[in-house]
């Protein structure tokens, strides 16, 4: 059995963290990717960036496949509701630099709502996506199946959306 000294274990994790891009590193790194970036800090401590839909799955190829960024891991998948536009918010994080980052993307077209999908990508996206199709009523493009994953095949409208209304199941205060 192998055992490090301190001062060895100290070198492998100053070794494992120089590997970890600030947020202002990952900013300069990713923005010249595309024009229409928008990033944030927003109130966490994640770099949040907004893409354009049209550029969503180059940049989640590029996030993914980049030696600098190689964010292998997407933990969380979110549909939101702002009102005015539909969206979808990907947490992703880089289980080899220990970085992370929140990527947003929103339509505006809410009567036929469509964003590309990730899940050729990120496997784990392909069933967030079905459940953000059932609630909210996105399509994601490109979708190997996009049936039905949580209502009923009769439901009608998406309950999550914030001008959903369903006078007989909702409690209304």
């Known amino acids: 059995m192998l055992h ?8 492998c994790v100053q070794r494992i963290n120089s590997n970890n ?9 990713i923005s010249p990717w595309f024009e229409n970036l928008e990033f944030t800090e927003e109130a966490t401590e994640f770099l949040t960036l907004t893409v354009p839909k049209e550029n969503l799955h180059e ?6 496949n980049d030696t600098q960024t190689q964010f292998d891991y997407l933990f ?4 939101m509701d702002w009102g005015e536009a539909l969206g979808v918010i990907y947490h992703l994080r880089s289980t080899v630099h220990k970085h992370e980052v929140v990527v947003k993307v929103t339509t505006k ?22 459940e953000i199709h059932d609630l909210f009523g996105i399509e ?22 914030k001008d959903y209304v369903d006078e007989v199941n909702m409690i209304i205060r």
């Open 109 to 130: 077209n809410r009567v036929a709502a469509k964003i590309d999908t990730v899940c050729d990508i990120w496997r784990t996206a392909e069933l967030h996506e079905r």
């Open 21 to 29: 891009m600030t947020n202002e590193q990952l900013k300069n790194k």
């Open 76 to 79: 969380c998948v979110t549909g």
């Open 140 to 161: 994601f493009n490109n979708h190997p199946n996009m049936e039905v994953l949580i209502l009923p095949p009769n439901w009608d409208g998406y309950p999550l959306r």
């Open 59 to 64: 940049l989640a190829e590029k996030l993914k």
């Open 4 to 11: 490090a000294t301190p001062q060895q274990q100290q070198r």
